[in-house]
């Protein structure tokens, strides 16, 4: 639940960190909580969420490893199981993905999820999608997207699911550095329990220049898909 309020403690073992660096994060402000004793604080889930996406691509591997495996066991999953691929409905994949600007690029992973028939309420997840990234851009890796809602939403949606678009040139999308995107990966959960597992596992299979380069040599949506299947087993084999 978003709203599950969670201690130093919970904390440590939901993001496999240390109580130390948890309460070190916390008695200097860089994460969300309320102090509520000597070295006791309080957390809410969503904020903690929220708060490591935004940290995602400034940890190393071995930390995204941790972290991943954490909310697995949190929310009962298990972290040596593909989660992305099987995500990725039939016809899931955009190759390619016709747009020029933020607004069309979201449009079209869009029009991709309606022909899987995976959305309810289009116009209302769009202003979800677009109100996400007034907040912060999702390109928070070089060449690569991952719009998403801030939070789930049962109803807009028939069931949690990940469309991929590779756009032929560049995206403006507000990657910090002002590099342009072309790599999309769409992500809806109708519950909190798949979002920052299914985003901690995309940033580490997506770390590193070679790999996003090879993703972006994808001429063909099996292409694509292949060399997607590929990476994440690379990836849970190296945990």
């Not at 022909?115 to 890796?141: D, F, I």
């Not at 995107?181 to 979002?195: A, M, Y």
Request: charged content about 25%; hydrophobic content about 40%.
């Amino acid at each position: 639940m978003p709203h599950e309020q969670m201690d130093e403690h919970q904390v440590a073992a939901y993001l496999a960190i240390s109580l130390r660096e948890v309460l070190k994060w916390a008695s200097r402000g860089r994460i969300p909580c309320r102090k509520v004793g000597e070295r006791k604080y309080q957390f809410r889930k969503g904020d903690v969420d929220h708060w490591v996406w935004e940290q995602m691509h400034s940890f190393d591997p071995k930390t995204l490893a941790g972290i991943e495996k954490g909310v697995s066991a949190h929310h009962g999953f298990d972290a040596e199981r593909p989660i992305v691929c099987p995500l990725i409905p039939t016809n899931g994949l955009a190759v390619p993905l016709r747009a020029k600007t933020r607004l069309s690029a979201i449009r079209g992973l869009l029009d991709q999820a309606e022909q899987a028939e995976l959305v309810y309420a289009r116009e209302e997840l769009l202003k979800e999608l677009r109100g996400r990234e007034q907040l912060c851009s999702t390109a928070m890796l070089p060449g690569v997207a991952f719009p998403h809602p801030r939070h789930p939403l049962p109803y807009d949606i028939a069931s949690s699911f990940i469309i991929v678009g590779l756009t032929p040139s560049g995206v403006p999308f507000g990657a910090e550095d002002g590099t342009l995107t072309r790599l999309f990966f769409l992500v809806c959960g109708k519950d909190d329990r798949t979002h920052l597992h299914v985003l901690a596992r995309l940033v580490r299979m997506l770390t590193g220049r070679s790999v996003v380069d090879q993703l972006l040599g994808s001429e063909t949506p099996d292409e694509l898909a292949e060399a997607l299947a590929h990476r994440e087993m690379e990836v849970l084999n190296a945990s």
